[in-house]
Structures are given as structure tokens and as C-alpha cells.
């Protein structure tokens, strides 16, 4: 969180400003409060984009309004409810409640990539999250490290500015292509029509960069990213995974989208008999390791998912919302003392054998 400048407004409707959390291509982020205290997260567009559609072609009123309608429509879950929203001010706003927890970019990045329990964790989740978005007939279309946030209770998707019906094939008109290049599919880099598959592709890049801590695709170069996300893919980047996740990012990378893993078929192969997840997730190789907590036992889930808006699949009736768990505690690392001990030893074995040598070249 960052202070306010004079330049931030401190009011964004009826909610007081109080930080500001960031700022992209299409507008501002603040951090507001209630009456009645609570916080919420305020999405502001730019007044330049606001008082010229020219510039790009692109509707924002409109595609505001869209996107608070959309988050809506999956509910607060798997994202951040929706509490309030103007499109129609002088510059458009939503309000989202405020979720507790860091975006996985920013917690990779200062701590390192995650464990294997953790991917297969995440995995779940995310597979759930876009179970609930798919079945709502979405394409969220920018599934990414920086929209995923690490929440207590498990992730969640956010920044559904560019997600479409899946009868939509394009964002607009205008030729353009909406999107974060490096973590698209490849037919959505082509500016092809897209199914639900194109978000599968992108979790396993999401999934790829969690355990390698770098998103495999980028590259310094525009034409060098479309060059890699239409080339076979980099598996050998997975190399160090268990094969299980090997072998599930490998499958969400396959060009044919027809080929690829849908939400249920994840779950189903992360929590088969065996395979360790857990949550919070941990960073084994980083400066701030999570330790795992206990958690109930996984929920049983079917091997059919309903088209009809049934979400009693991945909802379980156990107190904790998430069907994970802990990994064992890993050893503790030796003492300070015994590795002085140890090194000692080594040390006197080593003059004994060099003393004994001498004595019997002597002899």
C-alpha cells in the first residue's frame, strides 16, 4: 500500500480513500472504507480513456459496467465480491471487497517459487475457480500470477476487465487483442476465436511459473513471446517436478485445445490417492517459508461436474472451505554447534590417516 499524493482523489462515491495499491494501463487502484469501516478495493478509470474512446476503440464505460456485471455473476468465492459499482460517474468505478492476501507474483517474487504440495494445491483451487467461471458460460481471459490473490481460505481470481461470454470470439472490432502476451493461449495470441480451453493453457503457465518462479513464454521481445507460445512448448523447464505435475502442465500446454485438461479432469488428477497438497502454500527454496497447518482431509469429489449451475461438486460440507493437505514437517536442519562438531572430527580423522601414511613410508 502506498500513501496518497495530491493528485489522488479522497473520496471515490460514497468511500473514503485512504491508500493507493497501484496503478496500470487502464486506470487506478485505491484501497477505501465503508460506513461502516470495512475496507474495500476501488477500481478507477483513467479520465483520459474516459473523455476519448478514440483513443483505442474501446467502449470503458461500457466495458466497466460489463466487467462488475461479470464478477457478479460468479459470486465471491473463487473471487472478490462486487459491492458496489458507478459506470456511469465521471469516471467510472468499481468497489470490490477486500481480500486479505498478496497476489502469487508478488509472493513468488519476494519468496521463491512453491513446493510440489503447494502447485498441486493451487492447481485445485484454480481448477475450481474456472470450473464456477466456465459454468457461467465466461472466458476470463487473463489468468496470470498478478490475478490470482494468495487469500487464507485459498485463491482467488480477480480483474474480470477483459472476460467475455463464451460465444464472444473478440473484444471489440478493432482488430485488438486483449490480453497479457505471455501468458496467452496460443490461439488467443492469433486472435482466434476461444473456448474455455484458452484459460486451461494459462493455468499451466500460471502453474509453471509457481514452481519454477518465471513465466516460461516471456521473453524480451513481443515477436519473441508469439514465437515461443506458438512453438512447442518448454517442457524442459519442468524437469525438476514430480511427474504428476509434469505431466498435467505438459497436457494444459497442448495446441489442441480439445486436448487439453478441462477444471474437473485437474482436480481429479491432483487429489489422487498419494499426492500431497496443502495451504497456505510454501516456499521451501525462499527467505519466508510458510509453514503448513493441519486441515481436514479432502472432500470426495464426483467424476462429473453439472452443466446446469450445480456447484455442490467442489463445495465442501466440511468446516474448512478447501479439500487439502498439510505436508509432513520436514526435518529440522543441524544445529550450528554439531556442524562445528562434525567439521572438527573430519578434521582429526584426516591428520590421523596422514600421520599413520607417513609413519609407515618411514617404516
Known amino acids: 500500500m502506498l500513501p496518497l499524493t495530491p493528485h489522488d482523489p479522497d473520496r471515490i462515491g460514497p468511500y473514503p480513500v485512504t491508500h493507493r495499491l497501484g496503478t496500470g494501463g487502464m486506470g487506478q487502484v485505491y484501497l477505501g472504507r465503508t460506513r461502516e469501516g470495512a475496507r474495500v478495493v476501488l477500481k478507477v478509470v483513467r479520465s483520459a480513456l474516459v473523455e476519448d474512446d478514440r483513443l483505442d476503440g474501446t467502449d470503458y464505460r461500457a466495458r466497466f459496467a ?55 494445491a493451487l492447481a485445485t483451487l484454480l481448477a475450481e475457480a474456472l470450473h464456477t467461471i466456465h459454468d457461467r458460460d465466461l472466458i476470463h481471459r487473463d489468468i496470470k500470477p498478478s490475478n490470482i490473490i494468495l487469500a487464507p481460505d485459498g485463491p482467488r481470481v480477480i480483474d474480470f476487465g477483459i472476460a467475455r461470454p463464451t460465444e464472444g470470439s473478440t473484444m471489440t472490432g478493432t482488430g485488438h487483442v486483449f490480453g497479457t502476451l505471455p501468458y496467452m493461449s496460443p490461439e488467443q495470441a492469433e486472435g482466434s476465436p476461444l473456448s474455455p480451453a484458452s484459460d486451461m493453457f494459462a493455468l499451466g503457465t500460471t502453474l509453471a511459473q509457481a514452481a519454477t518462479g518465471a513465466c516460461p513464454f516471456d521473453g524480451p521481445s513481443e515477436p519473441r513471446i508469439l514465437m515461443r507460445l506458438v512453438s512447442p512448448p518448454p517442457v524442459e523447464v519442468l524437469a525438476g517436478l514430480p511427474a504428476d505435475l509434469r505431466d498435467l502442465i505438459r497436457d494444459c500446454w497442448s495446441h489442441d485445445p480439445a486436448q487439453r485438461p478441462t477444471p474437473t479432469e485437474v482436480v481429479e488428477r491432483c487429489t489422487g490417492e498419494g499426492l500431497e497438497r496443502t495451504w497456505p502454500p510454501r516456499h521451501p527454496e525462499g527467505t519466508g517459508a510458510v509453514p503448513a497447518r493441519p486441515v481436514p482431509p479432502a472432500v470426495e469429489t464426483p467424476t462429473h461436474a453439472s452443466g446446469s449451475g450445480d456447484r455442490s461438486w467442489i463445495e465442501p460440507t466440511a468446516p474448512h472451505p478447501m479439500p487439502v493437505f498439510a505436508a509432513p514437517t520436514p526435518p529440522s536442519a543441524p544445529s550450528e554447534r554439531t556442524v562445528r562438531n562434525r567439521y572438527h572430527v573430519t578434521i582429526g580423522v584426516l591428520v590421523a590417516l596422514l600421520l599413520l601414511l607417513s609413519a609407515m613410508l618411514l617404516g
Request: cysteine-free; glycine content about 8%; overall charge negative.
Open 66 to 120: 460489463r466487467e462488475a456485471e461479470l464478477a457478479a455473476r460468479v459470486g465471491g468465492r473463487y473471487t472478490a465480491e462486487v459491492v458496489d459499482s458507478d459506470p456511469h460517474s465521471e469516471r467510472p468505478w468499481i468497489a470490490y471487497e477486500h481480500i486479505p492476501g498478496s497476489p502469487l507474483k508478488d509472493a513468488l517474487t519476494e519468496r521463491g517459487p512453491l513446493d510440489p504440495p503447494s502447485i498441486r
